[in-house]
């Protein structure tokens, strides 16, 4: 006797098969899908002769086919164009984290606030110590108001009229 019960990928309601009555996700081909996909990564954790399999089995279909990534980017011309942005921004986000000098008055690293740098030459930046930038500081006054000194204001150079 088949049951009502709720799909937990699609939420719809929907009836258990006769034959199978501890049924748990519908008959809809993405719901069956998701159920392979997850059934499929929990044995890889869970089983390792298992995973062993599976990888023999994929190091066999790679030795039969040698040559399809390559065909399949000669056939996707967009998917090597992404791949390649996104390695850049990649490779650019790990020379960023992992400046060997920083030679700066202020370690940028220890700062709470993210620092970007940006411009055309920043992805042949090696060092930080020949990056010319601007930085701007910004403080919060907590509600202070500040004046400027005569000290802090613009000073003419040249005899004064």
């Known amino acids: 006797m088949s049951q009502t019960r ?12 006769v034959y199978c009555p501890q049924q748990i996700v519908c008959s809809q081909p993405e719901c069956q899908r998701r159920r392979r996909v997850e059934y499929h990564r929990r044995k890889l954790q869970a089983d390792p002769e298992y995973r062993q399999v599976t990888r023999d089995s994929q190091k066999k279909w790679r030795t039969a086919h040698p ?16 791949n390649r942005q996104q390695q850049r ?58 004046t400027i000194s005569d000290a802090c204001q613009e000073q003419l150079s040249g005899p004064r009229t």
């Open 67 to 82: 040559h399809y990534d390559r065909e399949y980017r000669a056939q996707h011309l967009q998917y090597h164009v992404r």
């Open 6 to 17: 709720r799909c937990p990928y699609c939420l719809d309601w929907f009836q258990t098969s």
């Open 89 to 146: 921004r990649r490779d650019q986000k790990r020379r960023i984290r992992q400046l060997a000098k920083n030679n700066l008055a202020l370690d940028l690293k220890r700062s709470v606030a993210e620092v970007w740098l940006l411009g055309p030459q920043v992805k042949d930046l090696a060092k930080n110590n020949l990056a010319s930038a601007e930085v701007l500081i910004f403080q919060s006054l907590n509600g202070q108001s500040v």
